[in-house]
């Protein structure tokens, strides 16, 4: 059992919880264990912390008491009401400069209000997006940090020390002020929606032409030997392999209906507000919905028709067809969170480092993949980078798939299949590629009904109205802009 003063206080006991700190611990810190029900901290000491550096805390002035000063106190607790009744509880038994870390899947907004509450009060608030699950807290998370900088050096080492290592660099930097750490994770976790939901549609493409099980694993075993090399790849191989008791597989047994706990949802809120066309984890979110409703989809598939056109083509081309769609569709998937993280930095005035931001995905979280280590290079050599489609080795690798990508989403189209992901990155893909856009009739449209106003070419910045109909007047509206 650790003597003297704790490192860092941890709040929350749940599996991240105690990994995290098994984490810290083999790293030679010494943590401060505590949750509201105490059971659970003589439990985890008599257990799983027995022998290490790790103490016990009765009650929050207990935790308090036995930290080091400046105090560092992490909480992993369930995001929301949660996180505010135990900083509501920390801040009285708090000193100036004493440190609060909100390592949950907060909401960036939330993380950005209580930076600004803390701050009045003399304390230093860090918002710190955690990714891996709890393999990964255990081993090596992916850690993105944001806040109150005068806190980084004070936890720089408990970090890094315990974040995942890719090339021998940790998997975690300071982000940003204020909720630039949450927003980050918040984009990660909505680009992790659109890789599994990219993932599903190839599953089912796949069940269409009649791919058996086996088949599938092989090949995804095979994809996660090249350019998709990547976790989520990985763990498709082996789900696709596992067999229940009965010696069937498990995965058709499986309900198809997706939960998901919000982080998705809010990228493609934060998408809207920021008025960023990130389409494809729209998608994805919105596939999980439709998934949630059986009873209506078990119905409807009784009743609606589909194509009748069975699928004739080279199985093994398609599968290749399907590998290269796969590719492209990441990459838009990646482009458009990026796009994303650029405009939130602007609005919000965040010194975002777009390369070291894919360095802490490249190890420990969910959408650790190799193809990050090009999107670090590409933002390393070009750090106002537009578009990563505009990136020589994005360009070059969209070029070799396109031809195979829209088979696959023409194919889809022809068999019944939805493809909700793959199509959208291909239209969002067509749409910045176009130098023109049907959004002049949109804009005729406005103004005819709303006299909302236009520009002209080539007189761009004067707003024009046109009196349509020859009896609507010349007034222009000046305070709607839908």
Not at 106 to 135: C, I, M, N, P, W
Not at 378 to 404: E, G, H, M, V, W
Request: net charge neutral.
């Amino acid at each position: 059992m650790a003597q003297g003063k704790g490192d860092i206080g941890l709040i929350g006991l749940a599996v991240m919880g105690q990994n995290l700190i098994l984490n810290m611990a083999d790293h030679g810190f010494t943590v401060v264990a505590f949750n509201r029900s105490i059971e659970k901290v003589h439990a985890f000491l008599a257990n799983e912390a027995k022998g290490k550096s790790i103490l016990g805390a009765e009650s929050i002035p207990d935790l308090i008491s036995k930290l080091k000063t400046p105090r560092r106190v992490m909480l992993l607790v369930k995001a929301g009401a949660a996180v505010d009744s135990f900083i509501d509880q920390l801040v009285p038994h708090l000193e100036k400069e004493d440190i609060i870390i909100d390592g949950g899947n907060s909401e960036y907004t939330d993380s950005q209000r209580r930076h600004k509450e803390l701050q009045a009060k003399g304390l230093r608030f860090v918002g710190a997006g955690v990714s891996g699950g709890e393999d990964g807290a255990r081993y090596g998370p992916s850690l993105m940090p944001g806040g109150n900088k005068e806190a980084w050096p004070y936890i720089k080492d408990i970090f890094q020390s315990t974040a995942a290592k890719t090339d021998g660099q940790p998997c975690c930097d300071w982000v940003g002020s204020d909720g630039a750490g949450h927003f980050v994770k918040m984009v990660h976790n909505g680009i992790e929606y659109g890789d599994m939901q990219l993932i599903g549609e190839i599953y089912h493409l796949m069940q269409a032409i009649g791919i058996d099980q086996a088949t599938m694993a092989d090949t995804f075993a095979e994809w996660n030997k090249g350019e998709l090399d990547s976790f989520l790849i990985d763990i498709t191989k082996d789900i696709l392999r596992y067999k229940d008791a009965d010696g069937q597989y498990l995965l058709p047994k499986i309900r198809d209906t997706a939960g998901q706990k919000g982080t998705g949802k809010w990228t493609a809120i934060a998408a809207l507000n920021y008025g960023i066309p990130v389409t494809l984890i729209g998608e994805a979110v919105f596939s999980r919905c439709l998934s949630a409703l059986k009873t209506e989809r078990q119905t409807a598939s009784k009743i609606l028709p589909g194509p009748s056109v069975q699928f004739s083509g080279d199985k093994k081309q398609f599968l290749e067809d399907l590998r290269q769609a796969l590719y492209a569709s990441k990459i838009v998937s990646y482009a458009q969170g990026f796009m994303l993280l650029r405009e939130a930095a602007q609005v919000h005035n965040w010194d975002l480092d777009y390369g070291s931001i894919a360095l802490m995905w490249r190890g420990g979280c969910i959408i650790r993949s190799v193809f990050l280590g090009q999107i670090k290079q590409a933002f390393d050599k070009d750090p106002n980078l537009r578009s990563l489609l505009l990136a020589p080795f994005f360009l070059n690798a969209i070029t070799k798939s396109q031809t195979s990508w829209r088979n696959v989403v023409s194919t889809a189209i022809t068999l019944g299949i939805p493809t909700p992901a793959l199509s959208t990155a291909l239209a969002f893909y067509d749409g910045y590629r176009s130098e023109r856009l049907p959004a002049n009739l949109l804009q005729a449209q406005r103004d005819y009904f709303g006299a909302h106003t236009y520009e002209v070419l080539g007189k761009e910045g004067a707003f024009v109205h046109t009196n349509w109909t020859g009896h609507g007047g010349n007034v222009s509206a000046s305070s709607y802009n839908a």
